[in-house]
């Protein structure tokens, strides 16, 4: 078990320098003669694609987990719409469309689920 976790570490730690390499060899042979910016060191480069990563992409753990809770939030929205009455149903399309939410019910009538 122990040497599959530093088999698992060890190729991380490669794969985050092959990574920064390559992140700054493009940005080094690019962007200083486009733009005019200064040449990046390994871990400049490995600083921006962590910061690039925080602010575009978002990790996958915490992106995994987003998607799980809004399942949650939509299976808990759907209990609560199942155990309404017809007239509280009305009730809360009617409020829904008031709030600007015309296209989302507008065929809500219909629907009997």
Do not use: C, Y
């Amino acid at each position: 078990m122990k040497s599959s976790l530093t088999k698992v570490i060890l190729k991380v730690l490669a794969a985050i320098g092959l990574f920064g390499l390559l992140t700054m060899w493009l940005w080094n042979m690019l962007l200083p003669d486009i733009f005019g910016l200064p040449e990046i060191s390994l871990f400049q480069s490995i600083g921006l694609l962590v910061l690039t990563r925080l602010l575009f992409g978002g990790f996958g753990v915490l992106r995994d987990m987003g998607h799980f809770m809004a399942r949650k939030e939509r299976q808990a929205i759907f209990a609560s719409w199942h155990s309404m009455t017809p007239e509280q149903r009305a009730e809360f399309i009617a409020r829904a469309r008031s709030r600007g939410g015309k296209k989302l019910f507008a065929n809500a009538e219909n629907a009997e689920e």
